[in-house]
């Protein structure tokens, strides 16, 4: 049966050949044959794992889970569940993701806001997102643990926000906004 060189296999997968190597020598991919020549041979099937393990890191699953997934049996319960499970675990941290990217997007929307007449400079929309940063986080802080323990938490999103501001403030770099 015919096989495919890597560079062949490179070239319909579109994946580089040291990133088809790497996968190799990590055992995610396994040349059918070497040529007489040493060439690894690839079965044409090779193409369908190639895409498959693109797949699953687009979706962010790691090198390791994706080895876990090739090796498991598709018609196996058991297989099966652990699929599911780390399918559930995937879309936990993906809607975690989702609510620190609109946190993010958030707060950069209301850097841009113009206030006061568009007399605040950048730095100060900065600082007072840091100091919201710094309030919320004394009272999850608060809410946790120690009183004392939250205040000194407010108070270092405070102090920091100031060290943030001193250089912008001396370099006068940033017009308002």
Request: glycine share 4%; net charge positive; with cysteine.
């Amino acid at each position: 049966m015919p096989h495919l060189t890597i560079g062949k296999l490179a070239e319909r997968t579109e994946i580089s050949t040291d990133t088809l190597r790497y996968w190799e020598k990590i055992e995610l991919l396994k040349p059918g044959t070497r040529s007489a020549t040493g060439y690894r041979m690839y079965h044409y099937d090779t193409v369908r794992v190639v895409r498959f393990i693109r797949s699953a890191q687009a979706l962010h699953f790691s090198l390791e889970d994706i080895r876990e997934l090739l090796s498991l049996n598709a018609s196996d319960p058991r297989s099966c569940k652990r699929i599911m499970k780390q399918t559930e675990v995937k879309i936990h941290e993906a809607q975690r993701k989702i609510t620190e990217l609109q946190a993010i997007k958030n707060t950069l929307a209301s850097l841009v806001e113009k206030d006061s007449g568009g007399k605040r400079t950048l730095m100060e929309h900065i600082q007072g997102s840091m100091r919201m940063v710094g309030l919320c986080l004394s009272a999850l802080v608060t809410a946790l643990c120690d009183p004392a323990y939250a205040q000194d938490a407010s108070a270092l999103f405070e102090n920091e926000a100031v060290r943030m501001e001193e250089p912008f403030k001396r370099s006068k770099i940033l017009p308002a906004c």
